[in-house]
């Protein structure tokens, strides 16, 4: 059966919290690596773990967004048994399947020859973090249908705390390298895994249903190659410049990269609470007037999300005594700039999502993703690693331009472009003057920068202290999220 929905405030909260944790891992782990291990060290873990997001692509088949659409049309709760069954005996056996393939022909295709590092390790140990993850999939599906949050964010806290306690053990206690931070990453997932398995065993009733197998992969394997664009944006400049360069470079971008992700993880924890509450008011209310509004204060903070991030930037690669601080401060602007966007993009899918004429979404985002790779290739052998962070800049303002002009030609609704530019000229700004006075100013001058931006904010109009403390008062009382 369905549980009752709980707060949505809650929920939300509770979906982002475990987001953040789980995404956010590599930077909490940063200090250890870059402590015990060189930037070329560094870019082998982060080059191989960008091969593993390709590889849960792959593994996943995207089954997750099948099996929660899938799960409501069925009738009774035998029906939803064997659809589960179905979904997760199905993504098992595809999985050893695909390991078994990875691991015969891997020696050819995915490292010595193009990537520069050898297949074992690294290309067995990534196969093994996907084949590990793969049996997430379907139980975090079932969380979410069921409205299960804090249930998801333990599995999502044991995988982090358990990396970490391993990572400890191998890299700083027993001083094993590159090696033992992977295999921290592998057994913490095959732990996790068991538990995984222990949950899903509960809730199935494993089968091979060709009617609801079919219908899984009518759904799911049209978006694969969405799912791919993603990753293109988020990874592949990572694997270029290891073709094109070394791995100290990979390690040197990776480090700075890491830090001014720190947006996109705020923009994907907005975007959680964002999503619900935008189809709640459509569906209960037609008051536009809330959801312009909602814009704003999502603006604001992701604004402010990005100068705060460049502006503790400097103290925090002179903590991790980071050699090369100032192409890293100029790629975390770049990067968190990507990251004002990306929250720009996720404001302007909800609007197409809604309307359900979603044909051009992937389209646009394959687009990109090409012509990010192109000029990659182009440009990172010419210009060194910073130009794959303008890259991405580059990348992530096309995504929302052309979902903005998408957005706006489906549903006749501007819901904030204005706002969206003034705040977007407003962040560029500034974290171009935060970038300058890094040079300048002391670490801890920087702080102050924040508290100037508030000030500014109000001063221009863009974002009353009024307005900052309506919002904050509305989220403590929950009568808005």
Known sequence: MINKPVSLFRSSFVYSLGDMISKG????????????????????????????????????????????????DCKSEEARKRLLGTA????????????????????????????GLPFKPYGIYAIAISLCSVMSVIPQAIFKIQNRPVVSILFNISVFLLTILFTVIFVVVFKSGVRGAISALVLSNLLVAAGYTATLIKEIHPCLDRFILSNLLILSLPFIPHLLAHWSLSQSDRLVISHFLDMSSVGAYSIGYQ??????????????????????????????????KSVKQFLFLISGASVVTVCLSPLILSVLKVENQS????????????????????????????????????????????????????????????????????????????????????????????LMIRFAVITMVWL?????????????????????????????????FSEMISMISHTGSNSEY
Do not use: H
């Open 25 to 72: 891992l590599n930077f909490i782990l940063l200090p250890i690596y870059l402590g015990y291990l060189s930037e070329a060290e560094y870019g082998e873990i982060t080059f191989t773990l960008s091969i593993t997001a390709f590889l849960n692509i792959l593994f996943g088949l995207g089954f997750a967004g099948a099996v929660t659409r899938l799960y409501y």
């Open 88 to 115: 997760a005996l199905f993504l098992i056996l595809f999985s050893i399947g695909l390991t078994f393939l990875l691991v015969l022909v891997g020696n050819n295709l995915f490292f010595e020859r193009f990537f």
């Open 259 to 292: 830090i001014g992700s720190l947006v996109f993880l705020t923009a994907n924890a907005m975007n959680n609470a964002w999503v619900p509450y935008y189809y709640q008011v459509l569906s209960n209310a037609t008051d536009k007037k809330s959801l312009q």
């Open 327 to 418: 192409i890293c401060l100029q790629i975390i602007a770049l990067v968190s700039m990507a990251g004002f966007f990306q929250m720009c993009y996720f404001i302007f899918v909800s609007q197409t999502f809604q309307t359900k004429d979603i044909a051009l979404i992937p389209v646009i985002t394959v687009a990109v993703a090409l012509a990010n790779i192109a000029a990659n290739i182009y440009a990172v052998p010419r210009f060194g690693i910073l130009a794959a962070a303008l890259t991405t800049l580059l990348a992530y303002f096309f995504l929302a331009v052309l979902n903005g002009w998408l957005a706006l030609a489906k549903s006749r609704f501007n819901i904030g472009i204005g």
């Open 432 to 464: 171009t003057v935060c970038l300058v006075l890094s040079f300048y100013i002391q670490p801890l001058w920087m702080i102050l920068l924040p508290f100037i931006w508030l000030v500014t904010i109000d001063l221009i109009g863009s974002f009353s």
